[in-house]
């Protein structure tokens, strides 16, 4: 089975259980939790002079504030259950279990026994009991509809609402014997001691409950009462070890995420997981429930659920006579469960990026950097384009990293390390990158999707330490695009905040940077992040955001004709100086807000920059310089910016673009003008 798990199962296990725990789901904070439904338990019972319990995910801890769980507790009645006459003793409530051929696996009937001997009630009829096919006078499931303040029923339980947390209060009857039906599961061999013994014997101690819940096949549902070991299950899930409860809260999340949507929220439960983690704990050695064996444990569930799902069959833990998938898993819904873990399977862990319950998806991606490239990649093209926009950002980091070692005379590092390093830096690119590129394609749509521009903003947020400004400027212009200004005020003041005198572009390490670094003792992220600003890189596949004036550039093939050779030619690809597309972006924000006095800095500061400092990528300077200058309605001197950017290039030059708009605008301001 070894030889089939793919090489990153390990260390993707290893960084997902790192992601849990930032969430809230460590082993500190579990047993915290439990401890405080314990208390919540007993003030209950004290406060209400009634037993009561609580069950489910808050009380096992097995829950996150993404999966939104209900709240569920029971309260007991106090009376007194007996399977066997011969347990007998003078009482006013006492019941006798019975059940017959035509009671299904896990289900029981409750006929009262006559309080002076030990004899059962065949003659009484009412509100509360009804007649069997026996004859038997049964308790009817229906008794725990009693006259109390509820907001409504949810099947068989009480609901309430407290906030926005839903609570499910449900009729128990508590049975202190361990009942007949599940004498099974005491003496089953179980090969890897799971439960231990001691365990196995505690459990049946706590006895079973009952609930008012009758078999949707049956025609006497109305009178019957299903087992649960809802004491034992409880004790089972607390004796998980972390990885077992994070397999178990992670299947909970894809059930939640993936199979739901598809199938329904009624096939596939919590419970159905749970049952799943207890045969699986039971029949796999306990040396597979490892931290770095996470994702293969949450495999193994998956493929246990399929199998049950082909067999149509899912055997109760403690009675396997009960098929839970009863009435849930059949027809088209079977078909449709095994076409969804089917696919869950093949991804081969590919789904956990798709997690949105407490943005664990995301937080994978950040820390799985190469696992995360792969899935963003689908195919071929995109890879392709992916590459030709940051070819050049990688250009840029080795001839710095390169220059940087031979100025400080350091030993030239092997090509490998080089790469190795450098990539470690380029993930952050990447990151705005994807974030871009998730933004333009929900932008393309009639309706934005606001999950992928959330999403987008995520990535766009990681990608911003880069370097000083060309991850952060992405980020301003998504703001920008969405027209969210605020927002783009504070990127760029946290920008001019770190851009200073220090700072070096494309790659060209000035004396005050190399005295910095000498002094500080700083290593080469540091370096990227504190010193050095990269050009900002546009690929068509980012169009929607990207602001207007850009798009002309995009299409027009300009790079090695603009003075550095250090630019490489990428067809459809628009590059710009950081610093000037700093000056840009305030513009349009200004522009936008109608603020004179901020507009005209801004359009002062970008002409500033075209004459005296040195610009790589210079056509696209006056270009954009020549769109804000048409913005601010200064025609003439926009016709002659546009007139230096052609006399730089001629042909493929998105000045051409702005030249033909100014010509229209023109030629209506005359027209109008005769009129």
């Known amino acids: 089975m070894t030889s089939n798990i793919p090489e990153y199962y390990k260390e993707v296990s290893l960084r997902l259980n790192r992601v849990l725990d930032s969430v809230g789901l460590g082993e500190d904070i579990r047993w915290k939790r439990i401890n405080m439904w314990i208390q919540t338990e007993e003030l209950m019972t004290v406060v209400t002079k009634t037993a009561h319990h609580y069950f489910g995910s808050h009380a096992e801890a097995t829950t996150a504030p993404g999966l939104q769980s209900d709240i569920d507790g029971v309260y007991c009645l106090r009376c007194r259950f007996i399977e066997d006459l011969e347990r007998w003793m003078p009482d006013n409530s006492t019941f006798l279990t019975v059940s017959d051929e035509n009671t299904p696996p896990g289900y029981v009937k409750l006929q009262k026994v006559l309080s002076h001997q030990p004899w059962p009630v065949y003659n009484e009829h009412n509100e509360h009991f009804t007649f069997d096919r026996y004859g038997r006078s049964v308790l009817c499931n229906d008794v725990h509809r009693l006259k109390v303040n509820v907001d409504k029923y949810h099947g068989p339980a009480i609901t309430n609402y407290y906030g926005k947390f839903k609570a499910d209060h449900m009729l128990g009857i508590r049975l202190h014997a361990w009942p007949g039906q599940a004498s ?260 393309s749509e009639e309706n934005a999707d606001q999950h992928f521009l959330d999403m987008a903003q995520e990535f766009l947020l990681w990608g911003s330490s880069s370097d000083v400004a060309s991850g952060k400027l992405k980020l301003a212009a998504f703001y920008l695009v969405q027209n969210n200004l605020d927002m783009s005020k504070d990127v760029f003041s946290e920008i001019q905040k770190s851009y200073n005198y220090k700072i070096s572009e494309l790659g060209v390490v000035s004396q005050h940077t190399l005295q910095s670094i000498l002094s500080e003792n700083i290593s080469t992220t540091q370096l990227i992040s504190q010193y050095l600003a990269f050009p900002v890189v546009y690929h068509p596949s980012e169009i929607n955001c990207i602001p207007k004036a850009l798009i002309p550039e995009m299409f027009s093939s300009i790079g090695s004709d603009q003075g550095s050779r250090y630019v490489r030619d990428f067809r459809k690809s628009v590059s710009v100086d950081p610093k000037l597309y700093i000056y840009f972006l305030e513009f349009l924000c200004y522009h936008r807000q109608n603020n004179m006095t901020y507009k005209k800095t801004a359009l002062n500061n970008m002409i500033c920059v075209i004459l005296h400092e040195h610009l790589v990528f210079k056509v696209t300077a006056l270009n954009l310089l020549a769109y804000c200058l048409t913005q601010d309605g200064r025609l003439t001197n926009a016709y002659s910016i546009l007139g230096k950017s052609m006399k730089l290039i001629k042909e493929n030059n998105g000045a051409k673009w702005q030249i033909a708009t100014l010509v229209i605008i023109s030629l209506r301001f005359l027209r109008g003008g005769q009129r």
């Open 184 to 443: 099974q599961w005491l003496t089953r061999n179980r090969r890897h001691n799971w439960p231990s013994h001691q365990t196995i014997g505690l459990i049946q101690e706590t006895g079973a409950l009952l609930f008012p819940v009758g078999h949707k096949l049956s025609q006497e549902k109305h009178m019957e009462w299903r087992l649960s070991i809802s004491y034992g299950e409880k004790l089972l899930v607390w004796l998980f070890n972390s990885t077992q409860y994070k397999c178990y809260i992670l299947l909970k999340m894809i059930n939640k995420i993936f199979i739901k949507p598809a199938v329904g929220d009624n096939v596939l439960s919590s419970y159905h997981c749970k049952t799943c983690m207890f045969y699986l704990i039971e029949n796999t050695q306990t040396a597979i429930w490892q931290l770095d064996n996470l994702l293969l444990c949450v495999e193994l569930c998956l493929r246990l659920l399929y199998n049950w799902t082909e067999s149509n069959i899912c055997p109760n833990y403690f009675i396997p006579e009960e098929n839970m998938f009863q009435c849930k898993v059949f027809g088209h819904v079977q078909v449709q469960l095994l076409s969804v873990l089917g696919d869950l399977l093949r991804q081969e862990g590919r789904y956990l990026v798709g997690i949105s319950c407490d943005n664990i998806g995301q937080k994978l991606v950040r820390t799985c950097q190469i696992p995360v490239m792969e899935l963003e990649l689908q195919s071929q093209d995109v890879a392709q384009i992916m590459m030709s926009s940051i070819m050049v950002l990688f250009a840029h980091l080795e001839i710095a990293v390169r220059a940087l070692d031979h100025d400080l005379n350091f030993e030239p590092r092997a090509s490998h390390e080089l790469r190795r390093e450098i990539n470690a830096i380029l993930w952050k690119f990447h990151c705005s990158m994807i974030g871009s590129r998730l933004a333009s394609k929900s932008l």
